[in-house]
């Protein structure tokens, strides 16, 4: 987005954010030493800010204000449903933000083409935004804008409301037809379906980007290790520098693997869409999550990001008209689906029974067997019926068009490689060496 008013007009509406979310704080901490009970409840905050009257929060206005009370409402409420479970880990939010997110609801704000324009306080001019791109949206379809700051960079997140996917008689998604989905890192979807079909989508381009993306964080913590400040102290220019252009390099890499996992989840859609597969059963793994695997798998998990992966897919199954059920994985991809029997992790992708002879791929073969578990009946996936596809086409590095300045240049003079090693560029000595040598020989 690229501001219509003035730079301090934006970072003023997200700094009175801020200041909204730090009354409410301070509000639960006299109360919390009186001994009282909390404001929580987003009624109860909506009648303590009407209170207070117009104008103590700058231009915001009411409906920017009321966002923040919702937010910490939601953060509130769900810190208490965490508590109540059992987990003692769960904390309520006592943390002061310096900006806050705010969102305006349809009705509030006016969408023009690429112009938004954005309510303010009364007796202030309204605020114009102009957008870097056009909308994927018609604009009766948005039903809100959010401000974000991220990265040094205003942001504007849009939501809108999209309609089922309408099919022709006869090409429905049909309910009975399930499929499998098994969850994974290097293939984030393997999808069984009826018939023997299956889907592998590969990950490697988004296994690479994190491991280019760590690689480059360490490096760049070894060369200003030194200049570290101390705690208490604010840092040097080029300190903060190197933290601005930090938090921009997470930015981007986080926005890079969103898109990848986005990707994914519309090809197993697309996939799906065609089968007419009216179900999806998903595997849910977020149970290993816990488990203390080692200081390199724990890092894999970590970025593995199961959780988005099920929120894209469950979004765009909804409006393709497909149903998601989640079903417990636990031991799909080491149980032969013929003969049930126990099977030891295979070191590859091949899952072989020594009981009964069985062999198939490994991710499938759990896909298949969730597929069971959930009752669409054991799904045989045979070699012919396997379609492949990658996710993280756009990411640096992929194809040769787009060289990875991170990753390591194979010959002398390249700021980067796509991955294939290219022959050493001859030098003109080298060149005469062979000549002189091919002239001697003839």
């Not at 290790?225 to 102290?233: F, T, V």
């Not at 890499?253 to 996939?271: G, L, M, N, S, Y």
């Not at 992929?398 to 991170?406: A, E, G, L």
């Not at 002189?436 to 003839?442: E, K, P």
Request: proline share 7%.
């Amino acid at each position: 987005m690229s501001p219509g008013g003035s730079a301090a007009d934006w970072w003023g509406l997200l700094v009175s954010g801020g200041d909204v979310w730090a009354c409410v704080l301070e509000l639960n901490t006299w109360r919390r030493a009186r001994q009282d009970r909390p404001l929580a409840s987003y009624q109860e905050l909506c009648r303590e800010l009407a209170a207070s009257g117009a104008g103590c929060f700058g231009e915001l206005d009411t409906v920017g204000a009321r966002s923040v009370l919702r937010r910490y409402s939601d953060a509130w409420f769900a810190a208490a449903q965490r508590r109540r479970s059992g987990d003692q880990r769960a904390r309520f939010p006592r943390r002061r933000r310096a900006l806050m997110p705010l969102r305006w609801y349809h009705g509030t704000f006016t969408l023009t083409g690429r112009r938004l324009r954005i309510p303010v306080a009364r007796g202030r001019p309204p605020l114009w935004v102009r957008l870097n791109r056009d909308l994927p949206y018609p604009p009766e379809q948005v039903r809100s804008v959010t401000l974000v700051y991220d990265a040094g960079r205003l942001w504007v997140d849009v939501t809108a409301e999209i309609p089922v996917t309408a099919y022709p008689a006869g090409h429905e998604p049909d309910p009975g037809r399930t499929a499998g989905v098994d969850l994974g890192i290097i293939h984030p979807y393997a999808v069984a379906g009826p018939g023997g079909q299956g889907l592998l989508v590969s990950g490697r381009a988004i296994r690479a980007e994190h491991r280019m993306h760590l690689a480059d964080t360490k490096a760049r913590a070894r060369a200003v290790a030194r200049r570290a400040p101390k705690p208490g102290q604010r840092g040097s220019r080029r300190w903060r520098h190197y933290r601005r252009r930090q938090r921009l390099v997470e930015a981007r890499h986080r926005r890079r693997v969103r898109q990848a996992q986005h990707e994914a989840a519309k090809t197993v859609i697309a996939w799906a869409v065609d089968r007419r597969i009216g179900t999806l059963a998903v595997g849910d793994p977020r149970s290993v999550l816990s488990l203390d695997a080692g200081r390199r798998h724990n890092q894999r998990t970590r970025d593995w990001r199961i959780g988005h992966l099920i929120t894209v897919l469950k979004d765009k199954a909804e409006a393709a008209g497909i149903g998601l059920t989640l079903v417990d994985e636990r031991g799909t991809s080491s149980t032969c689906p013929a003969c049930h029997s126990r099977i030891p992790k295979p070191p590859g992708r091949v899952l072989t029974c020594p009981a009964c002879q069985f062999t198939g791929h490994r991710d499938l073969t759990a896909a298949a067997s969730i597929a069971a578990r959930h009752g669409g009946g054991i799904t045989p996936v045979i070699p012919a019926g396997v379609t492949h596809r990658r996710a993280g086409a756009h990411l640096p590095g992929v194809s040769s068009s787009r060289r990875d300045p991170r990753r390591r240049a194979h010959y002398r003079g390249a700021r980067g490689s796509p991955g294939r090693h290219r022959p050493i560029p001859a030098s003109p000595t080298r060149l005469a060496r062979e000549s002189l040598a091919t002239w001697r020989g003839a």
